[in-house]
């Protein structure tokens, strides 16, 4: 099945910048969309169509996209970022296919 | 404001059906350029797509559980539906409704979830 490699886990500092990378062919060919899941949650969409953000998502996230690698960016990371962080793209074999997820804490 | 609620789910069997429908408020599902969409995040695992119906019943589904999942549109009652057949402990998971935007310039490139379910959790065992 295609791959979308993402670090399981990143650790940052309040009020710092986190930057989640989202790596694979797909990404040079099909556009990103990034999602947060805290506990107990559903999933929220934060970026979709590579950088564009719904409204009502904070302007601290932004997303980004070089070759084959998609970053999600958090500036003045807080607190309640605290969150598991999914890419996903489209396949044309695959369908719709997700990253394994990024877990983000914030110490 | 669309939400949308997905039907609780009792136990569930080793081998046997789940059933499970996702209830439409504050929009209609038979808008064009959205389908209507099952998720699952399996406990330590990432999200899995299942499959997607469009309003008018057609659907598209994972390659790797076609043989075992089938999904309808209701759009009388604004309501779609997902059976997956021969449940094993390994489909234990928080399944999800969501809708998928398929934007008409990109289609399904460009396709994305903007509205989820709360969620509904299924529990396989003996």
């Known amino acids: 099945s295609p791959d979308l490699t993402q670090p399981p886990a990143l650790s940052v500092s309040p009020l710092e910048t986190a930057s989640i990378t989202c790596s694979g062919a797909l990404l040079e060919t099909a556009f990103v969309s990034w999602y947060q899941r805290r506990p107990g949650l559903s999933p929220l969409l934060l970026i979709y169509q590579d950088v564009r953000r719904p409204s009502g998502v904070p302007e601290r996230f932004s997303g980004s996209t070089y070759g084959g690698t998609a970053t999600l960016r958090i500036d003045v990371t807080q607190p309640v970022d605290e969150a598991d962080y999914f890419c996903?793209?489209?396949?044309?074999?695959?369908?719709?296919?997700f990253g394994a997820g990024t877990k983000l804490t914030v110490l | 404001q669309l939400q949308l609620q997905e039907s609780a789910s009792g136990p569930v069997r080793p081998s046997e059906t789940l059933s499970l429908n996702c209830k439409l408020s504050?929009?209609?599902?038979?808008?064009?350029?959205?389908?209507w969409a099952w998720l699952r995040q399996a406990p330590g695992k990432g999200l899995e797509w299942l499959g997607s119906?469009?309003?008018?019943?057609?659907?598209y589904l994972n390659p790797s559980l076609k043989s075992r999942v089938s999904l309808v549109a209701d759009t009388s009652r604004n309501q779609f539906s997902l059976t997956l057949d021969s449940m094993t402990a390994a489909d234990t998971a928080v399944y999800f409704c969501a809708r998928q935007v398929v934007p008409y310039d990109s289609s399904w490139r460009g396709s994305y979830f903007d509205s989820w379910g709360q969620g509904s959790l299924v529990t396989v065992s003996s």
């Open positions: 504050g929009d209609s599902m038979s808008r064009s350029g959205f389908f």
């Open positions: 996903q793209v489209w396949d044309a074999t695959a369908g719709i296919v």
């Open positions: 119906v469009s309003y008018s019943d057609i659907p």
